[in-house]
């Protein structure tokens, strides 16, 4: 399975999501691709990205959608 990465950047007030590649992000990260910013750790406390200053956070995984399961109650008597 290949190994996917959301980077959530902010700067200048604008957020970018971007779903990549290991080798992607390990290139952009060498290039300086989000120019100097620093990397965090977990998700600040103010989830507003607008308040993260020019900060990226980096997400492993994979996006999942719920999906709808129908539950049907039938009530009977003699």
């Known amino acids: 399975m290949k190994e996917t990465y959301f980077v959530i950047h902010n700067s200048e007030g604008d ?3 971007e779903e990549i590649s290991k080798e992607t992000l390990l290139e952009r990260i060498e290039e300086r691709y989000w120019g100097n910013v620093n990397f ?3 998700i600040p406390k103010d989830n507003d990205t607008n308040y993260w200053g020019e900060n990226t956070i980096i997400i492993k995984g994979r996006i999942v959608t719920p999906n709808a399961e129908q539950i049907v109650t039938r009530y009977n008597i003699e």
């Open 15 to 17: 957020t970018t999501v």
């Open 40 to 42: 965090l750790d977990s």
